[in-house]
């Protein structure tokens, strides 16, 4: 498997678009989050689904941040529209949830950069 | 304006010698405590856990002491090489949803 795959690696957009990260997770995991990461807040918890479900959205800074999972194999992140303090590194993680163990396999990541 | 960052802790060591990185940690009520470690550009990368009803565990390389009664965490890695230059990330996951809660992070620079 090729791991966690993010798309794009890097985004810059203009204050006011929209913006939408993309995830393939672990081909056979059940759950899928969404971290940011940022010098000043560190790595928070954003969101996340189990069985494409969303259980837990509370991290989501605001109405302006939108997640879904139509399927198994495909999760979007989407902001709009964005704002310059929305710059950080956003990381999509899948794991196997119920399976034993904890580990969490996170993609490379996305830097979004909103000038 | 330009806004300020966190300045993460930062361990500096010498190669071969052994590392210890420390977490302190406020659920008591987590299930388990995860080390993360995370290299320049690249996504969180699992090292080990341990459940919150053991008090230490062993990998290659690294232990995990857990300790509930001062709510304390450590990562110990012994012969440190220059590929362990990182940084450390603890995480807390309670109930079997494996979100984690994760702490500020240890910068670990490994002097040749």
């Known amino acids: 498997d090729a791991g966690v795959i993010q798309s794009p690696r890097h985004e810059v957009t203009e204050m006011g678009q929209e913006v939408t990260l993309r995830c393939k997770p672990i081909?056979?995991?059940?759950?899928l989050f969404w971290y940011r990461q940022t010098m000043m807040r560190g790595l928070e918890l954003l969101i996340y689904f189990n069985n494409n479900v969303p259980i837990d959205d509370s991290g989501m800074p605001e109405d302006r941040f939108s997640a879904k999972m139509p399927n198994a194999s495909f999760s979007t992140l989407k902001i709009q529209p964005s704002e310059p303090r929305d710059s950080a590194v956003y990381f999509c993680?899948?794991?196997?949830?119920?399976?034993?163990?904890?580990?969490?396999?996170f993609g490379q990541g996305t830097r979004l950069t909103v000038v | 304006g330009e806004s300020v960052g966190l300045h993460l802790p930062t361990l500096s060591v010498q190669e071969g010698d052994n590392s210890i990185i420390n977490c302190a940690y406020s659920n008591s009520a987590s299930d388990y405590f995860i080390w993360y470690k995370q290299e320049s550009g690249k996504g969180p990368q699992f090292i080990i856990d341990?459940?919150?009803?053991?008090d230490k565990r062993q990998g290659q390389r690294v232990t995990v002491l857990l300790n509930k009664t001062v709510k304390h965490l450590s990562l110990q890695i012994a012969a440190t090489q220059p590929g362990d230059s990182a940084v450390y990330f603890c995480a807390e996951t309670t109930g079997n949803t494996g979100k984690l809660i994760f702490g500020q992070g240890t910068t670990l620079q490994v002097k040749p």
């Open positions: 081909s056979g995991h059940n759950s």
């Open positions: 341990i459940r919150s009803n053991m």
């Open positions: 993680a899948s794991s196997l949830v119920g399976g034993g163990g904890t580990e969490a396999f």
